[in-house]
C-alpha cells in the first residue's frame, strides 16, 4: 500500500503522466492491481511506485497479457523480491554467524557460500504430486 507522504499525484495528472485515461485507473484499482492512497475524503493520491507499477501495467498489457496475467505477474514480482531479501538476509547471518565462530571455518563457509551462489544445485521435483 501506498504511504501518504508519497502520494502526491491525484488522479487526473497520475493519469495523464502515464498516458493511461482516469477511468483506467479506476479500473485497475476495482481489479486489485493497484491500491493508491486514499486521503480521509477518499481523493486517491499515487505515487511515484504507483505510476512505476502503472508503466508495467501498460506495458504487459500492451504486450497481450490479460488482467489475470498482470496480476499473476505482479504477484510472483512481489514474491520474488520478498524471497531474494530473506536470501540475502539469511546469507548476512551466515557470514556474521561465522565471523563469530572463527576465522578458518567462517572463511570455508563464506567460500561456500559464494559457489553457491554462482552455482545452485539442481532441484528434483516430483510432477505427479
Known amino acids: 500500500m501506498t504511504e501518504r507522504s508519497d502520494a502526491v499525484y491525484i488522479i487526473s495528472v497520475a493519469a495523464e503522466i502515464v498516458g493511461m485515461h482516469p477511468q483506467t485507473l479506476r479500473v485497475y484499482e476495482r481489479k486489485g492491481l ?32 490479460n488482467i489475470e496475467g498482470i496480476k499473476r505477474i505482479l504477484q510472483l514480482r512481489a514474491d520474488n523480491r520478498r524471497l531474494r531479501g530473506q536470501v540475502d538476509r539469511l546469507r548476512r547471518l551466515l557470514e556474521d554467524a561465522e565471523r563469530r565462530r572463527g576465522a578458518t571455518t567462517g572463511t570455508m563457509l563464506i567460500e561456500m557460500g559464494r559457489t553457491s551462489k554462482r552455482q545452485l544445485p539442481a532441484i528434483r521435483r516430483d510432477l505427479d504430486n
Open 34 to 65: 493497484v491500491e493508491p492512497y486514499r486521503t480521509p475524503g477518499g481523493t486517491r493520491r499515487y505515487s511515484d511506485a504507483d505510476l512505476e507499477r502503472l508503466r508495467l501495467i501498460q506495458e504487459l498489457s500492451n504486450a497481450g497479457v
